[in-house]
């Protein structure tokens, strides 16, 4: 079965610094992945999403994932962060119709 | 083009009613899926509908359950509501062509509680 570790709970980050959020999944065919933010009170954006071809998909807001085969992993990163990033980040991969999420990582972020 | 909408946005039950909430996908959008959101559990799949049809189901009792009708629209019920039933439910559409996953898109969610 399909499943999703964000190893980091919770990550703080200074305003313009950069921002990596880790990811390791277990699929056995060739993974969907994605990454969602959820901001408090409101439902899932869409950031970014693998499906094949180039490991380095560009998404909104200024993020970027790669995606490691070898090392079963999707890290979403950010060069420069905001203060309106601070949400909660979800990764997930997709497979029979559902999506199975990682727990999410809080991402706080200091002036 | 509207986005997901779920109604209603919050809901207060008492232990032992039931609860129907409601779900329009994007407009074009076939497929509707339903995840619970709870701070212990996380994000957990409950069920998906393409064309009325129920093709994959969460792991959760029998007293949660959904249906889709001809234009798309979902419904999810929870009988017999528990206090650990509390929680946010999430509705999501997506196309839904021949591929057995397609990107899903969220609605706002609708906040249930259960005193």
């Known amino acids: 079965a399909q499943s999703v570790t964000q190893p980091d709970i919770h990550i703080t980050v200074s305003e313009g610094a950069s921002l990596e959020l880790r990811c390791n999944y277990s699929y056995g065919a060739t993974p969907y992945l994605f990454w969602y933010v959820q901001s408090p009170g409101q439902g899932l954006q869409l950031l970014l999403k693998y499906f094949s071809g180039d490991t380095l998909v560009q998404g909104i807001k200024g993020f970027e994932a790669e995606f490691k085969r070898s090392q079963s992993s999707f890290n979403l990163r950010k060069p420069s962060v905001h203060w309106s990033d601070a949400a909660e980040y979800f990764c997930?991969?997709?497979?029979?119709?559902?999506?199975?999420f990682g727990a999410g990582t809080t991402v706080t972020v200091r002036a | 083009k509207a986005g997901v909408t779920q109604t209603p946005r919050y809901l207060i039950k008492t232990r032992g009613q039931q609860v129907t909430l409601s779900c329009s996908p994007i407009?074009?959008?076939?497929?509707v899926s339903w995840y619970q959101q709870t701070p212990g559990q996380g994000l957990q799949f409950l069920f998906e509908?393409?064309?009325?049809?129920?093709?994959n189901k969460g792991n959760f009792p029998g007293r949660f359950s959904g249906r889709q009708f001809s234009n798309s629209r979902s419904e999810m019920n929870v009988s017999t509501l528990e206090l650990g039933d509390s929680a946010l439910y999430l509705c999501?559409?997506?196309?839904?062509?021949?591929?057995?996953?397609?990107?899903?898109?969220f609605g706002p969610g609708t906040r249930l509680t259960v005193l």
């Open positions: 407009s074009g959008h076939r497929s």
């Open positions: 509908y393409f064309s009325e049809t129920q093709r």
């Open positions: 997930a991969v997709g497979s029979d119709y559902k999506l199975s």
């Open positions: 999501a559409s997506s196309l839904a062509g021949g591929s057995r996953y397609n990107e899903q898109f």
